[in-house]
Each structure stands twice: as structure tokens, then as C-alpha cells.
């Protein structure tokens, strides 16, 4: 948020037949908020009143120059076509140059936190006018009150929901501190890992026939965290191959214990409850580019544990070395001896 200069603001505004400053139809605007009337506040810190569209903010005294304005309502902005000298008569140059030295004075005494609460008061009245004119009590004003402010004032909802909870002493819903996660030194990892997903993501579908089903979805890096009890946690094994995972932006991209997203369905797309945090060596297990027999023992049990698989025991035992009572192949040698004498009688 800035205060605007005398250009900016003829070629965002104009002057309505009734007085009222209106939003210029242009490429400047928003189509939202061509011929809108602007926001205005009176503040008793400064003197005058401000006008407002995102980070536009400019002193009462530029809309006194508005009339002297020869530029047509419906022009297409361009630098050269608002240019004061052209735009205003020669009458209202002594006014503009005022009006520049109040904006340089402004510039000079108003910082950024004394703008951000003159946005959150010119809310409030805005909020309090419209719910005085439908007779709604402001704790219960409408939602379609609160997009009409949030229209008008080119600003999200929440920040016009934030104004009201600040304004009758509630605390604001949304913590705007970052949560623990974000601070941990693996985020920008994560992050890398998301980032180099959704551009695989991406050319796949690009190679694919226009009637393929698409595989590239929306997850952010939230989504490939494990979540308990609304807390993110940093995965420190593979689920895949159960190796140790490697947090390194700067490590080799081929690095088998690299962190990487990948899906643990590969038939469904990239998508939040389909991707995780996985080793470079588990995504391409997954894949199919190393085979199950390349794993070691540790790895090949952990895949099978991923997916489902109960391994059988495997125990070599010889029959020379055990006992007849003990042995369980001993019954079945004997069956074969009386059966081979049984037949080699028959012959005799």
C-alpha cells in the first residue's frame, strides 16, 4: 500500500455528473469495479480523505482536480495519455503542483502500519453503513455485505472479517505466525521436492494423448507431511524400502536416500492422500525402473511390508543330521522305500 501520485490516480478515477469519484473503465482497473464509486474515509489523524483500491491511496485534494480532467472516461490507459501537463487545464496547474507537495509530505510522515489501520477503519464504516441502511446489526451483518466491502476495497474476505473480529475486541481466526513446520530447516526442502513433482507432473501430461486421463493434480507441501493431531511431521524413514531419508537441497539429484514426492498409487494422479515423502530409491520402485531381486534383504522386507505382503520363512534343514522322530521328511522316505519295494517285488 502506497500513497498514489497525481498521474496514477486521474488514471484509475474519474468524476461523475453528481460529484462522485468512480473508477475508470480501463485496463488500469479491475472489471469488478468499473464505475465504482471509491471508498472514502475522514480520519482524525490527518486531515482529509482517502481513497482506496488495493495499494491505492491518494489525498482529498487530487479529486478537486478531477474536473479540470479533458481525458475521456473510456479511454485505454497508456503513460503518455494521463500525463498532468496534457490531461489538466492550465487553470489547475497551480492546484496539481499543491497537490503534489501534499503528496510528498504524506509520503514522508505516513508508514505502512498507519495505512494498514486506516484500511481496517474505512472497512468498519463501509461494513456499518451498508448493515445501517438494511437494518442488520454489524456482529450479524450478511455475507453478501461482507463480499460487496471486500468488492469494492479489492481485498480478499478474510481481511474484512479480520477487520470486524479486531474492531469488537475478538482475536483474528487466522494465526499469522508461521507454524512450527515452516520453520524447520527441512521445509526448503520439501518444498524443492513439491516443486520438481508437479513439473514432472506436468510434462507427462504434456506427452500424453489428449484422451489420457490426466495425472497431474493439486497437493501442496502440506499434503505430503504426516499430520497428527494437527501437527505436520517430517517423515524420517522411506515408506517404500524403509531407508533413511536425506533433507539436502545441494545433494546429487540421483542420491538413493534423497527426499522426493512420489505416488503410492501409480495409477492415480498426483493428488493430496496419493503423494508422500519418499527416497529417490523408493519412487523408482514404485516406478518399475529397479527390480524387487536388486534390493537388499532389509529393503526387499520393507517392500513387501508396503505392499502387504507376509514373506514366508525360508529354513534349510538336512535330513542326515536329524534324528527319525524329529525329522519331518523321514515318513515320506520311508513311503517311497516301501513303495519302490513293493513294485520291484511285483516284477520279480
Known amino acids: 500500500m502506497h500513497i498514489t501520485f497525481l498521474e496514477s490516480f486521474i488514471s484509475r478515477v474519474y468524476l461523475s455528473p453528481k460529484g462522485v469519484p468512480l473508477f475508470r473503465p480501463n485496463d488500469k482497473n479491475s472489471k469488478r469495479i468499473w464505475h465504482s464509486p471509491v471508498p472514502k474515509l475522514r480520519t482524525d489523524d490527518l486531515v482529509g480523505a482517502w481513497y482506496f483500491m488495493g495499494e491505492l491511496v491518494a489525498p482529498e485534494e487530487m479529486v478537486r482536480i478531477l474536473p479540470h480532467v479533458t481525458v475521456p472516461v473510456d479511454a485505454p490507459w497508456h503513460p503518455k495519455t494521463f500525463e498532468s501537463d496534457a490531461a489538466i487545464e ?43 441502511r438494511a437494518e442488520v446489526p454489524v456482529d450479524q451483518a450478511p455475507r453478501a455485505v461482507l463480499e460487496a466491502v471486500a468488492l469494492l476495497m479489492d481485498c480478499g474476505l478474510i481481511t474484512v ?8 475486541g475478538a482475536p483474528a481466526k487466522v494465526d499469522d505466525k508461521p507454524k512450527a513446520h515452516r520453520e524447520d530447516a527441512r521445509w526448503k526442502a520439501v518444498l524443492n521436492a513439491v516443486a520438481k513433482a508437479r513439473s514432472t507432473a506436468y510434462q507427462l501430461d504434456m506427452r500424453s494423448p489428449m484422451n489420457a486421463p490426466k495425472i497431474s493434480g493439486k497437493f501442496s507441501g502440506e499434503s505430503v507431511l504426516v499430520e497428527r493431531r494437527g501437527e505436520y511431521l517430517y517423515p524420517e524413514r522411506c515408506p517404500i524400502v524403509g531407508v533413511w531419508l536425506e533433507y539436502d537441497r545441494f545433494a546429487h539429484p540421483k542420491a538413493p536416500n534423497l527426499v522426493c514426492v512420489g505416488r503410492l498409487d501409480t495409477r492415480a494422479p498426483y493428488a493430496a492422500g496419493n503423494v508422500t515423502l519418499m527416497s529417490t530409491l523408493g519412487r523408482k520402485v514404485q516406478e518399475g525402473k529397479v527390480h524387487k531381486s536388486q534390493l537388499s534383504d532389509d529393503q526387499r522386507q520393507a517392500y513387501d511390508k508396503f505392499l502387504g ?28 522305500k516301501d513303495l519302490t519295494d513293493t513294485v520291484s517285488g511285483g516284477k520279480a
Do not use: F, W
Request: aromatic share 2%.
Open 309 to 336: 505382503v507376509t514373506p514366508t520363512p525360508t529354513t534349510t534343514t538336512n535330513p542326515a543330521d536329524t534324528d527319525d522322530e524329529t525329522n519331518p521328511l523321514q515318513g515320506i522316505i520311508d513311503r517311497l
Open 90 to 132: 492550465h487553470s489547475a496547474l497551480r492546484l496539481a503542483d499543491e497537490v503534489r507537495e501534499r503528496v510528498v509530505y504524506l509520503q514522508g510522515i505516513v508508514r505502512k502500519p498507519m495505512l494498514n489501520r486506516l484500511r481496517q477503519r474505512l472497512i468498519i464504516q463501509m461494513v456499518e453503513r451498508m448493515c445501517r
Open 161 to 168: 472479517q479480520r477487520a470486524l473480529e479486531r474492531a469488537h
